[in-house]
């Protein structure tokens, strides 16, 4: 049955696949720019650049392009960044690559839409009240989807949240999705697992029924080729990227992380989330993969203490055509079964280097009331997530 | 799920769906900085008393300037000048649109002239012409069917240049729908059942069309799903909150994939009837979905199958084998159209033959079929269809969805390769 | 300012020769074709008079132009034409122009795509469309015209071999 009310929105418009790049000039030139200036690290500026000069050949626009951000970037990057924007002219903004990038890309876009002092004032919460420049997402393969959302963190006192943040375009291009290593793909994977999962879980929204849906089945589907195939020799013209398969997996992945960041910027945070960023500050595990070890206990906690429906995860989850032959009974057991299979198979791949536990990924155990204190809220006490992180630390399912 | 090597999807639209949500309109409008705004309706909306609930949901922080509600049937573009001035004399800094398709044009054209400030709409129609945010729009649809409320296109007639204008630009897209289930609740059983049916095809279409993608593919099953799941019994309790509210909602989300994917031979052949003999559009895409599928069926068979799922559950989906879905789901559209020509006495025809107008009189005469085809070899949503249709393949469905029997896909067993059929 | 850097990706000289050269022959083949086949030259006479469409790729890409004079006679105007065409098919991007021109993506799959936007009059566009795929049977090879295409029209052996000769050969020589 549907909720009382609903609502979505994604202001982003996503184009995914085959010379997606191409499109770029004419798509910006659509919103009204013509002269975008790029924003990026060395690594991606090494590898991408090329690509993104040839499918702006013959588009007759200039492009600039800086590759100073890094992990630590902060205001001074933004205050030499504006400084660039404005002394030659640009009129949008590109970001290419994940994270940060992503992040100093949106303050940036703050303050050359309006005031420089702007920054503090409209930090918060919806406090921008109108459109920024334009702004165009290109992801890598660890993209997280964080980069989609109306996220930006400047640092600890100062980050921002609109969806006036959020880009005009997303723009998926198999030349930019280019391999790396499987743990950081599969936190990225596992963290739009996690969010798209845990929205899809929590009442009937059809219209954001179709993005969690996608991420679910193409992480489910995609991810352990993916990983696989970074474990494979080489074959001489790998380089290319001739194998359309392979490429066509990595870029199912980005898309899952694209619309996990979507679906974020429409609901509150669900449990999992918020223990995997606090799991991940206790241990070196990165937050993604402590989401995807909660996440099969925080759902049958769900289905449990909610008498929630649960069944018709399985359908994300397998496809179809195996949802509908399995009896309806067998669907929530057999669609968490199914993501602890893959979280288990990555242990053994990875050589152990993807937990499967929280105590693989070396988390005390003293740490677990700590944790479920931080993160205790309305509809999960702390005893309550104390429960989830207890079995998550052993790997023991949760009983109806 | 089946992946396009390229893909694009956009539907910057902010849904808000519920029982009682109109009254979320006000802070809606503050958010954008809108002080002042202006009501486009019409006359049949208006004496349903929809605008009356409206109003009542706007609080004191939104005057409201202007109520008009002389939007005719096809948004004339007199009609958009007029509403112009009298939304720049009344100081308004924004539009709600209360109605169905028509209202929703004419809200986008009004909305052309006074953000672009502009007294020629004419410059602004092509790809491409809009290049900025127009002024904030709220559409509020009083019929479960067209999605306009979600698209990006508009048309407007000028009747002095005898021409009609259309516009297509993302630009154009309402900033917000509200789907409330109060605004459909007095729609009459025969124009539930057509408009849902219209909705129902805008799935069907997409997910069968060659623009499908992901995400259109979704919001196309979970559509229909919704469709099936509520409209016999909404038809039967007309006052149904809940299933009023389904409706909308998949309305709302087939509107996305459709204007997402485009639609193809259905509408073609649907718009072709409608400007030929008047035939209201949800009439016509009920009665031609399932001859659509069948004509496609040796290209896309394979997805018109899946839908049986959404159309008839997960149990009869299993139980039947892969070959044999597509001929069961076509069956099942046959059979729900049936069952809503039942409910509403004979008010929702299944083949064009049957289609009458209020005196009785059939309404698409056999001769008439030629120029239908005829007509529709420049409809645009033709270049969408899988499979090429010229004029004599139109006009041999037609012959069919005008007695009501079953497409005979043999005739075209020489001139498409059914290949991909015997491998089914 | 070690990390900023400004591009000027340039142009594509060859690509852009070959993409006018084969504009040029499409249009002339269209020209060709309105004399030589029925179909073609049925559609042309359902259009009116003066009437006018282009074919080619934005940012001022390569363009070709083919129009009816008031005679009704259908002439290729070149990629210089001064008329405003009727119906405009634009392609966003060179590179996707050379994609449809080398065979890789067919107009249908490219439209689905939206790698192209049609302005002007839908049902004339509709026309030129249709025109477009003939003219694309009589000049590709068979395997090659039925990717481009969505149904391999069933023709006469006489259109097959006399026509498709006579049309290659008028849009070489040019009458
Ligand atoms: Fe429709």
Same mark, same amino acid.
């Given at each position: 049955m549907l909720p009382?009310?609903f609502n979505f929105m994604c202001p982003s418009k996503t184009g995914s696949g085959?010379?997606a790049?191409?499109?770029?000039?004419?798509?910006? &030139?659509?919103?009204?720019?013509?002269?975008?200036?790029?924003?990026?690290?060395?690594?991606? =500026?090494?590898?991408?650049?090329?690509?993104?000069?040839?499918?702006?050949?013959?588009?007759?626009?200039?492009?600039?392009?800086?590759?100073?951000?890094?992990?630590? =970037?902060?205001?001074?990057?933004?205050?030499?960044?504006?400084?660039?924007?404005?002394?030659?002219?640009?009129?949008?903004?590109?970001?290419?690559?994940?994270?940060?990038?992503?992040?100093?890309?949106?303050?940036?876009?703050?303050?050359?839409?309006?005031?420089?002092?702007?920054?503090?004032?409209?930090?918060? &919460?919806?406090?921008?009240?109108?459109?920024?420049?334009?702004?165009?997402?290109?992801p890598?393969?660890?993209?997280?989807g964080?980069?989609a959302t109306?996220?930006?963190?400047?640092?600890?006192?100062?980050?921002?949240?609109?969806?006036?943040?959020m880009?005009?375009?997303v723009?998926i291009? +198999?030349?930019?999705?280019?391999?790396?290593? +499987?743990?950081? &793909?599969?936190?990225s994977a596992f963290r739009a697992l996690t969010i798209a999962s845990e929205s899809y879980t929590e009442g009937d929204n059809p219209l954001s029924g179709a993005y969690e849906h996608i991420a679910i089945e193409f992480v489910m589907t995609n991810l352990?080729?993916?990983?696989?195939?970074?474990?494979?020799?080489?074959?001489?013209?790998?380089?290319?990227?001739?194998?359309?398969?392979? =490429?066509k997996e990595r870029i199912c992945l980005v898309n899952a992380s694209i619309m996990s960041g979507y679906i974020y910027s429409n609901k509150? %945070?669900g449990?999992?989330?918020?223990?995997?960023?606090?799991?991940?500050?206790?241990?070196?595990?990165?937050?993604?993969?402590?989401?995807?070890?909660?996440l099969?206990?925080?759902l049958?906690?769900?289905?449990?203490?909610?008498?929630y429906d649960l069944e018709k995860f399985m359908l994300p989850i397998a496809g179809l055509d195996i949802y509908c032959s399995t009896?309806a009974?067998?669907r929530f057991?057999s669609a968490?079964?199914q993501i602890?299979?893959? %979280?288990?198979?990555?242990?053994?791949?990875?050589?152990?280097?993807?937990?499967?536990?929280?105590?693989?990924?070396?988390?005390?155990?003293?740490?677990?009331?700590?944790?479920?204190?931080?993160?205790?809220?309305?509809?999960?006490?702390?005893?309550?997530?104390?429960?989830?992180?207890?079995?998550?630390?052993?790997?023991?399912?949760?009983?109806? | 799920m089946h992946l396009p090597e390229y893909y694009e999807f956009c539907c910057t639209v902010k849904t808000v769906a519920?029982?009682?949500?109109?009254?979320?309109?006000?802070?809606? #409008?503050?958010?954008?900085?809108?002080?002042?705004?202006?009501?486009?309706?019409?006359?049949?909306?208006?004496?349903?008393?929809?605008?009356?609930?409206?109003?009542?949901?706007?609080?004191?922080?939104?005057?409201?300037?202007?109520?008009?509600?002389?939007?005719?049937?096809?948004?004339?573009?007199?009609?958009?000048?007029?509403?112009?001035?009298?939304?720049?004399?009344?100081?308004?800094?924004?539009?709600?649109?209360?109605?169905?398709?028509?209202?929703?044009?004419?809200?986008?054209?009004?909305?052309?002239?006074?953000?672009?400030?502009?007294?020629? #709409?004419?410059?602004?129609?092509?790809?491409?012409? $809009?290049?900025?945010? $127009?002024?904030?729009?709220?559409?509020?649809?009083?019929?479960s069917g067209t999605g306009s409320e979600v698209t990006s296109?508009?048309?407007?007639?000028?009747?002095?240049?005898?021409?009609?204008?259309?516009?297509?630009?993302l630009?154009?897209l309402?900033?917000?729908a509200?789907l409330?289930?109060?605004?459909?609740?007095?729609?009459?059983?025969?124009?539930?059942?057509?408009?849902a049916m219209d909705a129902l095809t805008h799935a069907a279409e997409a997910y069968t069309c060659l623009s499908k993608n992901p995400v259109s593919d979704i919001h196309a099953i979970n559509a229909i799903k919704l469709i099936t799941e509520n409209l $016999?019994?909404?038809?039967?309790?007309?006052?149904?909150?809940?299933?009023?509210l389904a409706l909308a909602t998949a309305a709302n989300i087939a509107g996305m994939s459709f204007s997402n994917s485009m639609v193809g031979?259905v509408h073609?052949?649907?718009?072709?009837?409608?400007?030929?003999?008047?035939?209201?559009?949800?009439?016509?895409m009920?009665?031609?979905l399932?001859?659509g599928l069948?004509?496609n069926?040796?290209?896309t068979g394979e997805y018109t199958g899946e839908l049986l799922y959404p159309l008839a559950g997960d149990k009869v989906y299993s139980?039947t084998?892969k070959?044999?879905r597509p001929?069961k789901a076509i069956?099942y559209i046959?059979?729900l159209?049936?069952?809503?020509?039942?409910?509403?006495?004979?008010?929702?025809?299944?083949?064009?033959?049957?289609?009458?107008?209020?005196?009785?009189?059939?309404?698409?005469?056999?001769?008439?079929?030629?120029?239908?085809?005829?007509?529709?070899?420049?409809?645009?949503?033709?270049?969408y269809?899988p499979?090429?249709?010229?004029?004599?393949?139109?006009?041999?469905?037609?012959?069919?969805?005008?007695?009501?029997?079953?497409?005979?896909?043999?005739?075209?067993?020489?001139?498409?390769?059914?290949?991909?059929?015997?491998?089914? | 300012?070690?990390?900023? !850097?400004?591009?000027?990706?340039?142009?594509?000289?060859?690509?852009?020769?070959?993409? !006018?050269?084969?504009?040029?022959?499409?249009?002339?083949?269209?020209?060709?074709?309105?004399?030589?086949?029925?179909?073609?030259?049925?559609?042309?006479?359902?259009?009116?008079?003066?009437?006018?469409?282009?074919?080619? !790729?934005?940012?001022?890409?390569?363009?070709?132009?083919?129009?009816?004079?008031?005679?009704?006679?259908?002439?290729?105007?070149?990629?210089?034409?001064?008329?405003?065409?009727?119906?405009?098919?634009?392609?966003?991007?060179?590179?996707?122009?050379?994609?449809?021109?080398?065979?890789?993506?067919?107009?249908?799959?490219?439209?689905s795509r939206e790698?192209?936007?049609?302005?002007?009059?839908?049902?004339?566009?509709?026309?030129?469309?249709?025109?477009?795929?003939?003219?694309?049977?009589?000049?590709?090879?068979?395997?090659?015209?039925?990717? !481009?295409?969505?149904?391999?029209?069933?023709?006469?052996?006489?259109?097959?071999?006399?026509?498709?000769?006579?049309?290659?050969?008028?849009?070489?020589?040019?009458?």
């Amino acid at each position: 049955m549907l909720p009382e009310s609903f609502n979505f929105m994604c202001p982003s418009k996503t184009g995914s696949g085959f010379r997606a790049l191409d499109q770029l000039p004419s798509d910006l &030139v659509a919103i009204n720019a013509s002269h975008p200036l790029i924003i990026t690290d060395k690594y991606c =500026s090494g590898k991408y650049t090329k690509t993104i000069e040839n499918a702006f050949k013959c588009s007759e626009m200039t492009l600039g392009i800086y590759n100073g951000i890094k992990s630590n =970037s902060g205001i001074e990057t933004v205050s030499e960044l504006a400084k660039i924007y404005n002394n030659n002219g640009f009129d949008s903004i590109i970001a290419l690559g994940h994270g940060r990038i992503a992040d100093i890309a949106k303050i940036l876009n703050i303050v050359v839409s309006g005031k420089p002092d702007d920054l503090k004032e409209l930090a918060g &919460v919806d406090k921008i009240t109108s459109p920024l420049k334009p702004f165009v997402y290109i992801p890598v393969l660890n993209s997280d989807g964080r980069e989609a959302t109306g996220d930006a963190y400047l640092d600890d006192e100062i980050s921002f949240s609109s969806n006036f943040l959020m880009p005009n375009i997303v723009c998926i291009d +198999p030349r930019i999705i280019t391999e790396e290593s +499987p743990y950081k &793909v599969i936190n990225s994977a596992f963290r739009a697992l996690t969010i798209a999962s845990e929205s899809y879980t929590e009442g009937d929204n059809p219209l954001s029924g179709a993005y969690e849906h996608i991420a679910i089945e193409f992480v489910m589907t995609n991810l352990k080729n993916v990983v696989e195939n970074s474990y494979k020799e080489k074959k001489r013209f790998s380089k290319l990227n001739l194998d359309t398969t392979e =490429s066509k997996e990595r870029i199912c992945l980005v898309n899952a992380s694209i619309m996990s960041g979507y679906i974020y910027s429409n609901k509150p %945070q669900g449990i999992s989330e918020k223990l995997g960023y606090a799991i991940s500050k206790k241990c070196r595990v990165e937050p993604g993969i402590a989401m995807g070890i909660v996440l099969p206990y925080s759902l049958e906690y769900k289905a449990n203490r909610k008498n929630y429906d649960l069944e018709k995860f399985m359908l994300p989850i397998a496809g179809l055509d195996i949802y509908c032959s399995t009896p309806a009974g067998q669907r929530f057991d057999s669609a968490i079964g199914q993501i602890r299979y893959l %979280q288990n198979e990555f242990y053994s791949i990875t050589s152990t280097e993807v937990p499967r536990t929280l105590e693989d990924a070396g988390l005390d155990e003293s740490m677990l009331s700590e944790i479920a204190k931080e993160v205790a809220c309305d509809d999960y006490h702390e005893a309550t997530c104390f429960f989830i992180l207890e079995h998550a630390f052993y790997g023991k399912p949760v009983l109806p | 799920m089946h992946l396009p090597e390229y893909y694009e999807f956009c539907c910057t639209v902010k849904t808000v769906a519920g029982h009682d949500v109109l009254e979320s309109i006000p802070e809606l #409008l503050s958010k954008m900085n809108s002080k002042k705004t202006m009501i486009i309706t019409d006359k049949g909306v208006e004496l349903a008393g929809l605008v009356k609930i409206v109003t009542d949901a706007i609080s004191e922080n939104i005057e409201i300037g202007a109520i008009e509600s002389d939007v005719p049937p096809d948004s004339d573009v007199r009609v958009v000048n007029n509403l112009s001035k009298i939304y720049v004399k009344n100081g308004c800094d924004s539009i709600i649109a209360v109605g169905g398709g028509s209202v929703l044009d004419t809200a986008k054209g009004v909305n052309i002239i006074v953000s672009e400030n502009s007294d020629d #709409l004419m410059k602004f129609t092509g790809a491409g012409a $809009l290049k900025r945010k $127009l002024r904030p729009l709220v559409a509020v649809p009083t019929t479960s069917g067209t999605g306009s409320e979600v698209t990006s296109v508009a048309v407007i007639a000028d009747p002095e240049r005898n021409k009609k204008m259309a516009f297509s630009s993302l630009y154009l897209l309402p900033d917000i729908a509200v789907l409330d289930s109060r605004m459909t609740l007095t729609l009459p059983d025969f124009l539930t059942s057509q408009t849902a049916m219209d909705a129902l095809t805008h799935a069907a279409e997409a997910y069968t069309c060659l623009s499908k993608n992901p995400v259109s593919d979704i919001h196309a099953i979970n559509a229909i799903k919704l469709i099936t799941e509520n409209l $016999l019994n909404v038809i039967k309790n007309p006052t149904d909150k809940e299933g009023r509210l389904a409706l909308a909602t998949a309305a709302n989300i087939a509107g996305m994939s459709f204007s997402n994917s485009m639609v193809g031979m259905v509408h073609t052949l649907g718009h072709s009837i409608g400007a030929v003999c008047h035939v209201p559009h949800g009439t016509c895409m009920s009665i031609l979905l399932p001859y659509g599928l069948e004509y496609n069926m040796h290209k896309t068979g394979e997805y018109t199958g899946e839908l049986l799922y959404p159309l008839a559950g997960d149990k009869v989906y299993s139980k039947t084998p892969k070959s044999k879905r597509p001929e069961k789901a076509i069956e099942y559209i046959r059979d729900l159209n049936q069952k809503l020509c039942d409910a509403t006495d004979g008010r929702h025809p299944v083949c064009l033959k049957d289609v009458l107008d209020r005196d009785g009189n059939m309404m698409v005469p056999e001769d008439k079929l030629p120029e239908i085809a005829k007509t529709a070899l420049g409809d645009g949503s033709i270049f969408y269809n899988p499979e090429e249709l010229d004029f004599d393949d139109i006009l041999k469905v037609l012959k069919f969805a005008w007695s009501g029997e079953k497409l005979d896909r043999s005739l075209w067993i020489h001139k498409n390769s059914f290949k991909n059929q015997e491998s089914l | 300012m070690g990390n900023f !850097a400004t591009l000027q990706p340039g142009g594509r000289p060859l690509v852009r020769f070959y993409l !006018a050269f084969m504009l040029w022959f499409v249009g002339r083949a269209i020209q060709a074709a309105a004399l030589v086949d029925p179909n073609v030259r049925k559609e042309f006479n359902d259009l009116p008079d003066d009437f006018s469409f282009s074919l080619g !790729a934005a940012f001022n890409g390569p363009q070709m132009a083919i129009g009816k004079d008031s005679n009704g006679k259908v002439k290729y105007l070149g990629k210089n034409s001064n008329i405003v065409p009727q119906v405009k098919i634009t392609i966003k991007s060179m590179e996707a122009l050379f994609l449809l021109f080398t065979f890789r993506e067919s107009t249908p799959v490219a439209n689905s795509r939206e790698r192209m936007t049609v302005e002007g009059n839908l049902s004339h566009a509709c026309a030129c469309v249709r025109i477009l795929d003939i003219v694309q049977v009589y000049l590709l090879p068979k395997p090659i015209a039925k990717l !481009a295409i969505k149904r391999y029209p069933k023709w006469s052996l006489k259109k097959h071999t006399i026509n498709r000769l006579l049309i290659n050969l008028r849009a070489i020589i040019g009458f």
